[in-house]
């Protein structure tokens, strides 16, 4: 229980201990609440719950006399204490979680010790949850194999605590109304969290974007999610939480068990993905089952192909004799499920998550195509293994646009200076297109335009239009593009949809260079992608195929980007 409190502090704390005016044995019959409010009289309320819940700890020694002393000289001079798993703690605290009586209850070190303020009720339910989970992890047999009835009893106990305790911390988080509306930043962030949500929602993107590099590299994997997905939907639809299975699943892995998903730093723990960051549309009637059911397909999927695929590589890695520890499968396994690794504060990483769309699958895009060997923390097992990666997605990539330009040549762009590149246009005038290189794509025409390039024996800074005109840019000439100008843009196309309308307002104009609307925005920020994205497909040549159009909407449905060509006032496309 490591802790500072000030200098002067401490001095006070000492001559009112010297002089008798701090008597241990008082506190020690004092209530919880009682010592609080004698150590605030001279601490401060945060100082004051700190100390009590130290000497909190020392009434539960056996020998509260020798406890007290060392209460004392803690508070002179506070040591360290290693960091101890959540449910080792909750199992070494049943006296303080389940006290005789409400006033025994000893409330500031069951705070300080899990984090958050509990009820002499919700200490014991606790306590309770956590004792079932150490019985039925004590039952799971050695060989038992995964998803055995033992492990997934234990996963569902152990998955019920985590819920109940996350749950607990996010009440104490919780602002009344009127505390909400003092709180313009809480506002945003709310406003900002529920629109991203939404705009992420309808459909099972997880597959054709964050899975693709699974797709190519493991099949078998990506296959056998993609089935079990429609079963987690189906459950939601029906009400039913298909959440707490997949992670018992998870959860109740022998990787699980002996630390080391724990050790590799593989993202199985996380509340939800960085498209979802709020729970609320879930309470929209009707919607709300329906956006559940996206939402747990898409957190579903990513908890399962980072489990799988770690144990993949794991087993690899140690039957070659390669130690884990350091080896960087977990940045590897995450950076493939589009979760790259970032280095926020809790608080920069909230507020992040709101203003951008997905800025861990942008850094995961990086990952793929930098192959990790320019990450210190990725050894060279893992290193190699994304080389290999990276070789296989750019061969299917190639195969793919190799395939369509054979049958028509102008449906692909090879110029990756153009915005076109990577992508396949399809339909009665190429006004369709459809990003086989999901985010890869844009980075790489990003790089070849801010870099210089040759274009007719000229170097230069050079980006190709839509309509296959070169322009060379940072000429000086009034009006002129500047590299940094893509840069502002591709970066704009990464806002979340509240930051989109906010830039919109800022620049008075739309993407096709229309005033902005009230109405217009507020239909942006309710409308989730995919269907804007079908209504869009539909007043295309492919709203008078329907097969063309059940085929693109299918893949923009699993995650493929399919995007419509669109006039704009300006001529330039980043």
């Known amino acids: 229980m490591a802790f500072c409190i000030p200098k002067h502090l401490v001095d006070t704390f000492l001559a009112k201990l010297k002089s008798g005016e701090i008597d241990p044995s008082e506190l020690s019959k004092m209530s919880s609440k009682q010592r609080n409010d004698f150590f605030s009289s001279f601490l401060g309320k945060d100082n004051a719950t700190k100390v009590n819940a130290l000497f909190e700890s020392k009434l539960m020694l056996k020998n509260q006399q020798l406890g007290m002393i060392n209460w004392a000289k803690k508070i002179g001079g506070i040591k360290p204490e290693t960091k101890r798993d959540l449910i080792s703690k909750v199992n070494r605290m049943t006296e ?21 303020g509990v009820t002499v009720e919700e200490a014991g339910k606790i306590a309770d949850l956590a004792k079932t989970v150490s019985d039925k992890k004590g039952l799971i047999k050695e060989d038992s194999p995964i998803r055995s009835s033992d492990r997934m009893d234990y996963g569902i106990a152990l998955t019920v605590f985590k819920d109940y305790v996350s749950n607990l911390k996010l009440d104490a988080k919780k602002l009344t109304p009127l505390e909400w509306l003092k709180s313009p930043g809480e506002m945003i962030q709310t406003i900002a969290g529920v629109t991203k949500s939404v705009a992420a929602s309808l459909d099972n993107s997880f597959f054709g974007r964050q899975g693709f590099v699974t797709l190519v590299n493991h099949p078998d994997i990506w296959m056998n999610n993609f089935i079990k997905s429609f079963s987690d939907m189906k459950s939601e639809l029906k009400g039913i939480d298909a959440m707490i299975p997949i992670k018992a699943d998870v959860f109740s892995r022998p990787n699980a068990l002996n630390g080391k998903y724990k050790l590799l730093k ?26 559940k059911a996206s939402e747990s397909a898409y957190n579903g999927a990513a908890l399962r192909f980072r489990a799988d695929l770690a144990d993949r590589l794991i087993a690899e890695a140690e039957a070659m004799g390669v130690d884990i520890k350091d080896s960087g499968i977990g940045r590897l396994v995450n950076s493939m499920t589009g979760r790259g690794s970032i ?14 769309f997905s800025i861990k699958y942008l850094k995961s895009n990086l990952d793929v195509l930098t192959a990790h060997q320019f990450d210190p923390k990725v050894g060279k097992f893992a290193k190699k293994k994304a080389a290999k990666n990276l070789l296989r997605v750019v061969g299917t ?6 395939m369509a330009k054979m049958f028509d040549d102008e449906s692909v762009e090879l110029d990756p200076r153009s ?21 890869m794509g844009s980075l790489i025409t990003l790089a070849s335009r801010i870099v210089p390039t040759i274009h007719k024996g000229e ?16 000429t000086g000439k009034y009006g002129a593009v500047e590299p940094s100008d893509l840069v502002f843009d591709f970066m704009k196309g990464k806002a979340s949809p509240i930051s989109r309308v906010l830039l919109t307002t800022w620049e008075g104009k739309t993407f096709e260079g229309k005033k902005p609307t009230i109405e217009g925005e ?8 995919p269907v804007g994205n079908i209504m869009d497909l539909a007043k295309t040549s492919a709203g008078a195929d329907p097969i063309l159009y059940a085929m693109l909407t299918a893949l923009d449905l699993i995650g493929v980007n399919i995007s419509v060509k669109r006039t704009r006032k300006k001529t330039f496309k980043y």
């Open 96 to 116: 303080v979680l389940q006290p005789k009586d409400a006033d025994a209850f000893l409330s500031d070190l069951a705070a300080q010790r899990l984090g958050i």
């Open 266 to 291: 593989l993202d199985v723990g996380i509340e939800s993905e960085e498209a979802f960051p709020s729970a609320l549309p879930e309470k929209i009637p009707v919607f709300g089952r329906i956006y």
């Open 343 to 356: 280095q926020l504060t809790p608080g920069q990483a909230k507020s992040i998550n709101v203003m951008v």
């Open 397 to 402: 990539l190639t195969a793919l646009l190799a």
């Open 419 to 439: 915005f076109d590149f990577g992508k396949i246009k399809v339909g009665k005038n190429h006004e369709i297109k459809i990003n086989v290189s999901l985010g």
């Open 459 to 474: 170097l230069g800074f050079w980006y190709k239009t839509s309509k296959g005109k070169y322009v060379k840019m940072g």
């Open 522 to 529: 507020l239909l942006n920020l309710a409308t989730p992608i």
